[in-house]
């Protein structure tokens, strides 16, 4: 069984700065993409960044402020992100491409909510 745990979510003024972690574990073959999603109340989930082969993707409200980053030792994720908007208000969902027994399939976090107060 695969579990993604992410941790590092919280309350943080406008401009301020948190960092996101998740990591998986369980039995698997191995993690391709991860990455990082977000839903904001009465939104679509949305993309903020993933990695894969050492190639990272952000989101266009993201770019230059978030950092995603991966430990591929430890099958870990994080997201730096500064300058912290009231805009970034949401849960967060760490979401990886494991494979598993050479069958890829898709796992999700259960999500950590980011507040970012005006």
Do not use: H
């Amino acid at each position: 069984q695969v579990q993604l745990v992410e941790s590092g979510g919280g309350l943080v003024q406008t401009g301020g700065s948190l960092r996101l972690s998740c990591a998986a574990s369980g039995n698997f073959d191995s993690v391709n993409v991860m990455g990082w999603y977000r839903q904001a109340p009465g939104k679509q989930r949305e993309k903020v960044a993933t990695v894969s082969g050492g190639i990272t993707i952000y989101g266009n409200s993201v770019q230059g402020r978030f950092t995603i980053s991966r430990d591929n030792a430890r099958n870990t994720v994080y997201l730096q992100m500064n300058s912290l908007k009231p805009e970034d208000t949401a849960v967060y969902y760490c979401g990886a491409g494991v494979v598993v027994a050479g069958s890829s399939n898709d796992y999700w976090g259960q999500g950590t909510q980011v507040t970012v107060s005006s």
